[in-house]
């Protein structure tokens, strides 16, 4: 057998037999999300599917659209079979087969061939999935990987007030008259456009507009800013509501947006351009262009912008410090930190931080025990560090204990201490409200994590009484 086999016909539906026999393979007790296989030719591909009651946006049958990956509990990981053949298939030529099934319905209908354009590695009631963000395409084509579109869009200076009115400061759309219908009754959200042309080239590119392509907004020798198309509208009633300019016709939401972008130079490079570094019209870049960016299976996020928050934070960002924080346990602990982050560096940090620390305590406060849930499953306990972050402490797990809220709130403000063995100290304040609710906890040990490289170390232990003013032997 050779992909794609013959009898396998967009519309037509299939039992679970029926797609073991055309594709001579076996799925086990029944079918599941990412299925990779390797034909008789040696060609790798992939059977997915989605039903209508998973974790799938509302156009899954057509067009774009997320596709989330494989793992139900705990961290995905790029090391199962399924998300790693789709992480393949973001940047090298593997068809991927796709199968829907309506709830109610018995047989899997097939939908068509669609491609990996991107990824995304982000946090989802509590842990870090793959949204996988697929497209359909012509069956005659399914071996043709694209990217999503990238434009340079220059701000003119005559222009960056309406830039902050309507992108860098999100909208009301109900506080506009005579939108179009795509754009009514959308709260939170940004909006950009284009003026209509005489130039062929810029007629082309905005001819090309499309839902996910990638924007870099470029102002006074920088970009400033960027994120991803969202709804793309044409006309001339959006531009003059909303900046009372009529010839901006093609207008489009503005989603994923960031400020954290990455030097115009070093894009440049990327790019391969030569010269200077300058937008001087709305450009859209070169497919090859964009395609020689994602060199080592990045995804253009990764490749275009920092992070400054955590919705922009990569995967490979966020591994880099955790094994970072994995490794520093089995070294001497140092009290200050002595490296200076960059702001992408520093997100990646805390969240690396606070998960170790959370992680190593199994969700439970140290001191009371603890462990309670929000009704999305979210734990409460946060990280704590020991010796203050504000004062240069380091994000070290032997810095960090976790602590329910009130009881972060209680040692943040100097209400108790913890001795060299892990005791509880808790101040002697009789008169003040609160007392007899902490007191309860002199002298318990706290509740620790199994393993010694995880728990309080003694350097950042007494750099904390000192800090507070405790003075334990007294």
Same mark, same amino acid.
Request: net charge negative; charged share 30%.
């Given at each position: 057998m050779k992909v794609p086999p013959t009898g396998l016909h967009e519309g037509d539906k299939f039992s679970q037999e029926d797609i073991e026999e055309l594709f001579?393979?076996?799925f086990g007790y029944q079918i599941t999300g990412i299925n990779p296989r390797? &034909? &008789?030719?040696? %060609?790798?591909?992939?059977?997915?599917?989605?039903?209508? &009651?998973?974790p799938y946006d509302d156009s899954v049958q057509s067009g774009r659209f997320t596709y989330i990956g494989e793992g139900l509990t705990g961290d995905q990981t790029e090391k199962s079979p399924g998300n790693a053949n789709l992480l393949q298939a973001a940047t090298e030529t593997v068809p991927i087969f796709f199968f829907y099934k309506g709830t109610g319905d018995r047989k899997w209908r097939y939908q068509g061939v669609v491609d990996v354009e991107d990824y995304d590695y982000?946090?989802?009631?509590?842990?870090?999935?793959?949204e996988f963000e697929m497209r359909y395409v012509d069956h005659r084509d399914?071996?043709?990987?694209? #990217?999503?579109?990238l434009y340079l869009i220059p701000i003119s200076s005559d222009w960056v007030d309406h830039f902050t009115q309507?992108? #860098?400061?999100p909208v009301d759309t109900t506080e506009y008259g005579q939108l179009p219908a795509e754009l009514t009754g959308i709260d939170n959200v940004r909006i950009w456009g284009a003026t209509t042309t005489d130039s062929a080239k810029k007629q082309n590119a905005l001819d %090309?507009? $499309?839902?996910?392509?990638y924007l870099l907004f470029y102002h006074d020798g920088e970009f400033i800013a960027g994120g991803r198309i969202g709804r793309v509208v044409t006309g001339s009633s959006a531009g003059e509501a909303l900046w009372g300019e009529p010839l901006s016709q093609y207008v489009f939401t503005v989603t994923q947006y960031t400020s954290a972008v990455r030097p115009i130079s070093e894009i440049w490079s990327a790019l391969g351009y030569s010269g200077r570094e300058v937008v001087q019209g709305f450009t859209r870049v070169a497919d090859k262009r964009v395609t020689s960016l994602r060199a080592g299976k990045q995804s253009l996020r990764q490749v275009l912008f920092t992070c400054d928050t955590e919705e922009n934070?990569?995967?490979?960002?966020?591994? $880099?410090?955790? %094994?970072a924080i994995k490794e520093q346990a089995h070294s001497a602990p140092q009290l200050l930190e002595d490296v200076e982050y960059t702001k992408s560096e520093r997100v990646a940090r805390d969240r690396a931080f606070s998960e170790a620390v959370k992680t190593a305590y199994e969700n439970r406060c140290a001191v009371c025990g603890a462990k309670r849930k929000s009704p999305a499953g979210n734990p409460e306990v946060e990280a704590a560090h020991i010796y203050p972050r504000s004062e240069g402490g380091r994000d070290d797990i032997r810095n960090g204990i976790a602590l329910c809220k009130l009881h972060h709130w209680a040692f943040d403000t100097g209400w108790f201490t913890i001795t060299d063995e892990h005791e509880i100290f808790v101040l002697d304040a009789h008169d003040l409200d609160g007392y007899e609710e902490f007191s309860k906890y002199h002298g318990e040990q706290l509740k620790l994590p199994d393993t010694e490289e995880e728990r309080p170390h003694e350097v950042y232990l007494k750099a904390s009484r000192d800090y507070y003013g405790f003075d334990i032997d007294e």
């Amino acid at each position: 057998m050779k992909v794609p086999p013959t009898g396998l016909h967009e519309g037509d539906k299939f039992s679970q037999e029926d797609i073991e026999e055309l594709f001579e393979t076996g799925f086990g007790y029944q079918i599941t999300g990412i299925n990779p296989r390797t &034909d &008789d030719s040696g %060609q790798k591909y992939v059977l997915l599917f989605a039903k209508e &009651d998973g974790p799938y946006d509302d156009s899954v049958q057509s067009g774009r659209f997320t596709y989330i990956g494989e793992g139900l509990t705990g961290d995905q990981t790029e090391k199962s079979p399924g998300n790693a053949n789709l992480l393949q298939a973001a940047t090298e030529t593997v068809p991927i087969f796709f199968f829907y099934k309506g709830t109610g319905d018995r047989k899997w209908r097939y939908q068509g061939v669609v491609d990996v354009e991107d990824y995304d590695y982000v946090e989802r009631g509590g842990r870090m999935v793959y949204e996988f963000e697929m497209r359909y395409v012509d069956h005659r084509d399914h071996g043709n990987v694209t #990217s999503p579109g990238l434009y340079l869009i220059p701000i003119s200076s005559d222009w960056v007030d309406h830039f902050t009115q309507t992108v #860098s400061t999100p909208v009301d759309t109900t506080e506009y008259g005579q939108l179009p219908a795509e754009l009514t009754g959308i709260d939170n959200v940004r909006i950009w456009g284009a003026t209509t042309t005489d130039s062929a080239k810029k007629q082309n590119a905005l001819d %090309q507009l $499309h839902t996910g392509d990638y924007l870099l907004f470029y102002h006074d020798g920088e970009f400033i800013a960027g994120g991803r198309i969202g709804r793309v509208v044409t006309g001339s009633s959006a531009g003059e509501a909303l900046w009372g300019e009529p010839l901006s016709q093609y207008v489009f939401t503005v989603t994923q947006y960031t400020s954290a972008v990455r030097p115009i130079s070093e894009i440049w490079s990327a790019l391969g351009y030569s010269g200077r570094e300058v937008v001087q019209g709305f450009t859209r870049v070169a497919d090859k262009r964009v395609t020689s960016l994602r060199a080592g299976k990045q995804s253009l996020r990764q490749v275009l912008f920092t992070c400054d928050t955590e919705e922009n934070l990569s995967r490979e960002e966020l591994d $880099h410090e955790r %094994q970072a924080i994995k490794e520093q346990a089995h070294s001497a602990p140092q009290l200050l930190e002595d490296v200076e982050y960059t702001k992408s560096e520093r997100v990646a940090r805390d969240r690396a931080f606070s998960e170790a620390v959370k992680t190593a305590y199994e969700n439970r406060c140290a001191v009371c025990g603890a462990k309670r849930k929000s009704p999305a499953g979210n734990p409460e306990v946060e990280a704590a560090h020991i010796y203050p972050r504000s004062e240069g402490g380091r994000d070290d797990i032997r810095n960090g204990i976790a602590l329910c809220k009130l009881h972060h709130w209680a040692f943040d403000t100097g209400w108790f201490t913890i001795t060299d063995e892990h005791e509880i100290f808790v101040l002697d304040a009789h008169d003040l409200d609160g007392y007899e609710e902490f007191s309860k906890y002199h002298g318990e040990q706290l509740k620790l994590p199994d393993t010694e490289e995880e728990r309080p170390h003694e350097v950042y232990l007494k750099a904390s009484r000192d800090y507070y003013g405790f003075d334990i032997d007294e």
